[in-house]
């Protein structure tokens, strides 16, 4: 097997890091950026969900689900 030089070793890890960054764009970055189109979307899917058929009596004195995001006033 022969080693890559010059040009062809430059191409090979801009190939590398680019195929990295084409991979982790949609999983990792886009939802960084854009964080009010999925609290959008997350307050939409979470407002058809009828939490009481789901889980109709919290086991063990557990509470139901609340929003861990929800500002308690004190």
């Known amino acids: 097997m ?4 010059g040009w062809k070793y430059v191409a090979f890890l801009s190939a590398f890091v680019g195929s990295i960054g ?3 764009y949609p999983i990792i970055i886009y ?3 854009h964080v009010e189109d999925y609290k959008k979307s ?3 899917n979470r407002a058809q969900l009828d939490q009481s058929r789901i889980r109709p009596e919290a086991p063990g004195n557990m ?4 929003d861990p995001f ?3 006033n004190e």
């Open 31 to 33: 939802p960084m950026t």
């Open 2 to 5: 022969s080693q890559l030089k």
């Open 42 to 44: 997350q307050e939409l």
């Open 70 to 72: 929800d500002r308690k």
């Open 22 to 24: 084409i991979a982790t």
């Open 63 to 66: 509470n139901k689900w609340t």
